[in-house]
């Protein structure tokens, strides 16, 4: 049985975030009924996405960086605040934080990242946490950043382990 992007995004951004700290049914009662309509495109579901992760998460900021195929950048649509200005922004391919999520596979920590270049980058985001989509699909010459979710500081002040 296939599984739709939306819900392969719903269980991606709900298996990362929404442990024992976030109550889930209290989320999903709150924003389930702008992930439970259709929707067709990246662009949308990139528009809701950080503002639902900022609002449920309590972060003081949440971006979400979506490969553009006809132009090869990386798009950001962000929530934040006055501090960032990131919604619209872009990265480049080349960029040593795309680099390095495509060539790891992995989330970035800010507290653990050494590379000057990265940290730099992940500061512009306001991200504390970067999580990327990579695909090694054969439908991609080699392997590729689909997407990836930052997330800024908890206003808790709580650290993502």
Do not use: W
Request: avoid cysteine; glycine fraction near 6%.
């Amino acid at each position: 049985m296939k599984r739709s992007f939306l819900d392969i995004i719903r269980g991606f951004v709900f298996r990362v975030f929404f442990g024992h700290h976030y109550d889930y049914q209290k989320i999903l009662e709150k924003y389930g009924y702008a992930l439970a309509r259709p929707m067709t495109d990246i662009h949308r579901l990139s528009l809701m996405l950080p503002y639902i992760l900022m609002k449920a998460m309590h972060l003081s900021v949440a971006s979400i960086i979506v490969l553009d195929p006809k132009t090869g950048h990386y798009n950001i649509h962000a929530e934040d605040g006055p501090k960032y200005k990131l919604d619209n922004q872009t990265l480049n391919l080349d960029s040593p934080l795309v680099q390095e999520l495509i060539s790891s596979g992995k989330e970035l920590f800010l507290a653990k990242t050494q590379n000057a270049a990265i940290v730099s980058e992940m500061e512009k985001l306001g991200a504390q946490l970067i999580i990327p989509a990579v695909s090694k699909s054969p439908k991609f010459p080699k392997p590729t950043l689909l997407f990836a979710i930052g997330l800024g500081k908890m206003i808790s002040g709580d650290e993502y382990t």
